[in-house]
């Protein structure tokens, strides 16, 4: 299978970040990626032209590649300092696309029906049904990103939102699958201005529908529209079309399982998906089986690490009250939350018709 693509100029901005915040070196940012990109990200931060990146697309691996380099070599507020960085210069496809919409809301919705342009990987999805406005994101498990990836990308719905909007910004909450320090915490919420939760089940930002509807200052239909139809004659491989119905899934397991949704949302028919999938090695039920498998994994781990660090506090604090006392080994705990295992939620969640299909293909990907 041909390996995935994102938006170039994503690495190359993302690139140019690192070296000016001098995270990772020029000669790190051409080992990961090449020479050109590398020469790109030079004449990006310099002001010079590189339109010829707009519409050209690179292996997620470099992306994936510069994360994890400046995971290693940044802080852990790296994510959230990298996602504050506005640089109209380095705006793609998708970018002009959206600050033409009518408000925020459309605008993250074409975001979100959209991403492949940019990145397959960022899974979005959105909820308007009740009286507040609730994107949820997260990468897939085990495609690599770190966690100051996530960072980014989440706190960059706020910086470019309040960029297109001309105004702030105010959420009403933030909650974010990782654990911070105290410090860290502070800095998080300080930075959104807004009750921030970690160590939760999912990545989650709410705005008020009040401000999500509220008008953009360039809201253009025709230019709009204009983007749209350039945006689709984007030459993405065959191989894209993975992404392509990954970001579906992403988006709502529970309507994109079938089939015919994602027909109908890619607008082609369900030979011609069957025929694009078998060229890239693959079916439609196997995307969707190792789709819900990585996002089962990904929420089981997030519960153990969740378990791990509740559990670590609490035996030291023992250890501290009985010093002179050989206390008995505690175990770290087995058993899992209500939630967690709940099979309602479950089931919900990776998008299965009834519990006992979840449990059937749990204990297939248990015996794997």
């Not at 089940?201 to 709009?224: C, G, H, T, Y």
């Not at 939630?339 to 297939?364: M, V, W």
Request: glycine fraction near 4%; proline fraction near 4%; charged fraction near 15%.
């Amino acid at each position: 299978m041909d390996q995935q693509s994102v938006a170039a100029i994503a690495v190359v901005d993302l690139a140019r970040i690192l070296m000016r915040l001098q995270v990772l070196t020029a000669q790190q940012v051409e080992a990961v990626c090449d020479a050109s990109v590398l020469a790109d990200a030079r004449a990006l931060a310099t002001g010079q032209d590189i339109s010829h990146r707009m519409m050209q697309r690179l292996p997620e691996t470099m992306l994936i590649g510069l994360w994890q380099h400046a995971a290693v070599h940044g802080s852990s507020r790296l994510g959230w300092q990298i996602g504050q960085d506005i640089n109209p210069a380095a705006q793609g496809m998708l970018a002009h696309w959206i600050r033409h919409s009518q408000t925020l809301k459309q605008a993250f919705f074409t975001y979100r029906d959209n991403i492949a342009l940019l990145n397959a990987s960022e899974g979005w999805q959105v909820d308007d049904s009740g009286d507040d406005y609730r994107m949820t994101f997260h990468y897939p498990a085990l495609k690599g990103y770190p966690d100051i990836a996530v960072q980014r990308s989440l706190v960059s719905i706020k910086t470019w939102g309040e960029f297109f909007s001309g105004r702030s910004l105010q959420l009403q909450s933030v909650s974010l699958c990782q654990s911070a320090s105290q410090a860290d915490q502070a800095f998080v919420a300080a930075l959104f201005q807004c009750p921030v939760y970690f160590s939760q089940d999912s990545n989650r930002l709410i705005l008020s529908n009040e401000q999500a509807s509220a008008p953009l200052p360039q809201a253009n239909d025709f230019m709009a529209q204009m983007l749209a139809r350039q945006a689709a004659e984007i030459p993405l491989q065959d191989g894209d079309i993975v992404q392509q119905v990954e970001a579906l899934f992403g988006r709502s397991l529970a309507e994109f399982s079938a089939i015919e949704s994602v027909c109908q949302a890619l607008n082609t028919s369900r030979s011609t998906l069957f025929r694009q999938l078998k060229a890239q090695g693959t079916s439609f039920s196997q995307l969707l089986d190792q789709f819900r498998h990585r996002l089962w994994l990904q929420h089981t781990q997030q519960f153990k690490t969740q378990q791990l660090q509740t559990w670590q506090p609490e035996t030291q604090q023992r250890q501290k009250q009985s010093p002179q006392k050989q206390l008995p080994q505690k175990q770290p705990p087995q058993s899992s939350s209500p939630r967690q295992e709940n099979s309602a939620f479950l089931t919900e969640l990776l998008g299965f018709s009834d519990p006992s299909s979840f449990y059937k293909a749990r204990k297939r990907w248990l015996d794997q």
